[in-house]
């Protein structure tokens, strides 16, 4: 015979804090246990309803049902024991198993068949092969399925279990009844369930943490802890505790029943919370602390610990509000202190203050100091005075310029081009006007224009030659250089010379602080006397005729005079009889008067230069055999002197041919005369006296002078 026996091997004490568990003993010979047997020997199968016998004392196999009315059903089952009495003992043990399984149907009204079914059929949570050994008490504790089985019944008010001994070819064993002082009992331990919604201030109070849960059914009393320290109990759904900290900290509830001997719930709801103070004062203040007027600045700090709004306060003239952690304030003129406190329903923290400077844009620099006149790819210091309150200056200068610098003093480079350096002072306020220097690009002097003016000279004699100043450089001199022999010094564009006996080149630079040009230059010679021809005569009375001569050089020096000169004996000089007519080169004409009448004359032509004279070959004159200049009654010429057609007309006497001569006895064209009047084209003539020739039939010749403008 076995017999089932469930305690708690739970020891129920702590420490720190305890609670009460209730037990629900059902125990032989009262009113929370029945049992029964199943009159079944060696499993014959089906079972009917009259084999169900209730009240039997001794059994091998059978069902237990206790009355757990007294247990609230929202109680916590937290452990049970079942036992059961051996009375009788098994000879062969190990071939037994007494079975314990749970029923779900009620033993005292379901059929045999029924109930046997239950009894037998998995699932067992107690199998037990040497129960059958030894006659005795067994018992069994704390069978997660058995308590979760109870947990279950709460509601039905009843927990019922069957019992069998399996692997049988006999009866081995029994059990004893409800009869006998040993009969099966179980001992529930129970308590009510932990509350739920615990909730606990988080700084939501100033003096303490409220904790508030759910009610909990059946109970009627609440016990507060903080963390294993009991701080009380309380009838009320809330606890306020005073000593809270100020950080975090765990509270538990746990449910009670003061009319069952302080019935505990075996769990708690916790939850954490804290109290609130005044916060502390706010960190550091994040901005600038120096700003311009008018400029718009954010500050902030972290946030503080359990404030809900802050109060900043700024300097005079500001403006800008906010009740966070930071503020957008715009600067006013005033320099001052910007400070901030952390505020919550307890208060207000110290103020956290930042002290902030404000300035201005800065005022235009002053006069830069540096040339206004450098050579291109020189480099050349300019500076300022410094500007009170700039941070940073910027230089500007011409295109193709190079330089860097933000201070008040720069090193630049000259480019190609002249213009203005400039300067600005800034600083985060924002940048002044610009302060101007201009400045001229110097480059070297370019190759000075052609020297001015002769290109031959006399030796000894003093001649000023001269270039058109350079205005392209500013040049500072000029260098002139002079052929071997020479004399003369200047240092400007025009120098005066006494040439030497050698020609050569005269050359000339122009110099400034860049550099020096390249020469200009022009050749020097030695002038020779002028060369000359002399020109037909033509008679004009017997004391008078018209002359003249071409001069076809200078020599290479100016004509100071010229003429022609005559003597009754051969090669006349200018110290003989002479005429002055002119300093130019070309044709000229001249008149020789005060001749005698069939006195023979040498003529020459003449001019002079600062070299000396230079004569044309002589001409052989004797009035006596001139050609008559023609008469007006004969032959009329008109217009003289002329530019363009010249007429002709024909009076008296026959001609045949006219000659065209130049002044230099040249013939240039021999026309047939046309009566009585003739038309000549003189536009294709130089200037100057050219001669007409009529010639008769008979050879005789007739002249007439024409001049050509």
């Known amino acids: 015979m076995k017999k089932f026996f469930l305690s708690s091997l739970i020891m129920l004490c702590f420490v720190t804090y305890s609670y009460t568990q209730q037990y629900l003993n059902c125990s032989p010979d009262n009113s929370n246990l029945w049992t029964g047997s199943v009159n079944k020997v060696l499993f ?7 084999e169900l016998i209730v009240g039997n004392p001794f059994q091998n196999r059978g069902w237990a049902k206790f009355n757990i009315v007294g247990i609230p059903d929202n109680a916590t089952i937290d452990n049970a024991e079942i036992g059961l009495f051996v009375y009788q003992a098994s000879s062969t043990p190990s071939s037994h198993e007494l079975v314990l399984s749970s029923l779900y149907v009620d033993p005292e009204t379901s059929s045999g068949n029924t109930l046997w079914n239950s009894i037998v059929d998995p699932p067992d949570y107690l199998v037990e092969s040497s129960w059958g ?16 089985d109870i947990q279950s019944s709460l509601t039905r008010n009843w927990f019922a279990v069957g019992f069998y001994e399996r692997n049988e070819d006999a009866i081995a064993c029994y059990i004893i009844g409800h009869s006998n002082p040993n009969a099966p009992y179980l001992v529930i331990g129970f308590s009510l369930p932990a509350p739920t919604g615990v909730s606990a201030t988080d700084g939501t109070l100033c003096d303490n943490v409220r904790i508030t849960w759910n009610a909990v059914p059946n109970a009627d009393r609440y016990y507060i802890y903080k963390g294993t320290t009991s701080l009380g109990y309380t009838s009320n759904l809330y606890f306020d505790y005073s000593g809270a900290s100020t950080s975090p900290e765990e509270y538990r509830v746990y449910a009670a029943k003061s009319s069952i001997d302080n019935m505990f719930s075996s769990k708690y709801g916790s939850n954490t919370g804290y109290k609130k103070t005044i916060p502390s004062q706010p960190g550091t203040i994040t901005g600038l602390n120096t700003v311009c007027q008018g400029s718009s600045q954010t500050y902030s700090i972290s946030p503080v610990s359990g404030a809900t709004s802050y109060t900043w306060t700024l300097p005079a003239g500001w403006s800008g509000s906010s009740t966070t952690t930071s503020i957008v304030a715009t600067a006013g003129a005033n320099t001052g202190n910007i400070s901030v406190t952390a505020n919550n329903s307890c208060g207000s923290s110290s103020p956290k203050t930042l002290y902030v400077t404000v300035q201005g844009t800065p005022s235009r620099p002053g006069t830069i100091t540096g040339s206004t006149s450098v050579c291109q790819g020189t480099t050349n210091k300019y500076s300022i005075a410094s500007v009170p309150g700039a941070t940073t200056y910027t230089w500007s200068f011409p295109a193709g310029w190079s330089g860097s610098s933000t201070s008040t003093m720069i ?35 370019s190759q000075p224009a052609s020297i001015c003016c002769l290109t031959a000279v006399c030796q000894g004699s003093s001649h000023t030659f001269s270039i058109e100043p350079v205005t392209d450089a500013d040049p500072t001199s000029y260098t002139w250089t002079l052929p071997s022999g020479w004399s003369g010094s200047s240092t400007s564009s025009s120098i005066t010379v006494t040439a030497g006996s050698n020609g050569g080149n005269i050359s000339v630079t122009a110099t400034n602080d860049c550099g020096t040009s390249t020469p200009s230059i022009k050749s020097i010679a030695i002038a020779s006397i002028p060369t000359i ?28 005079v010229s003429g022609v000169c005559w003597s009754t004996s051969p090669d006349p000089t200018i110290s003989d009889s002479k005429t002055t007519d002119g300093t130019t080169t070309g044709s000229f004409t001249s008149t020789i008067t005060g001749l005698i009448e069939n006195q023979t004359y040498y003529i020459r032509a003449y001019a002079t230069n600062c070299s000396g004279t230079g004569y044309g070959s002589p001409v052989v004159y004797n009035s006596s055999n001139a050609i008559e200049v023609i008469k007006s009654d004969e032959i009329s010429v008109y217009p003289n002197p002329v530019s363009g057609i010249l007429n002709i007309e024909y009076k008296n006497g026959i001609y045949t041919t006219i000659n065209i001569i130049n002044p230099q006895g040249v013939l240039l064209k021999t026309e047939k005369v046309v009566s009585p009047q003739q038309l000549l084209d003189f536009s294709k003539y130089e200037s100057g006296l050219y001669i007409l020739e009529f010639v008769k039939p008979g050879g005789e010749k007739e002249r007439a002078r024409v001049i050509k403008h």
């Open 133 to 148: 050994d030894v006659v005795g008490q067994k018992f069994r504790s704390n069978l997660t399925t058995m308590i979760n």
């Open 44 to 50: 014959s199968y089906p079972v009917t309803d009259d």
């Open 533 to 560: 021809s002399t020109s037909s005569v033509i008679t004009i009375s017997s004391s008078s005729a018209t002359t003249g001569g071409n001069i076809t050089s200078n020599g290479g020096a100016e004509v100071t």
């Open 411 to 445: 090193y630049i480079t000259a480019g190609t081009s002249s213009g203005n350096i400039s300067v600005t002072a800034g600083n985060s306020c924002g940048t002044s006007s610009a302060e101007i220097l201009a400045v001229k690009i110097i480059s070297t002097p």
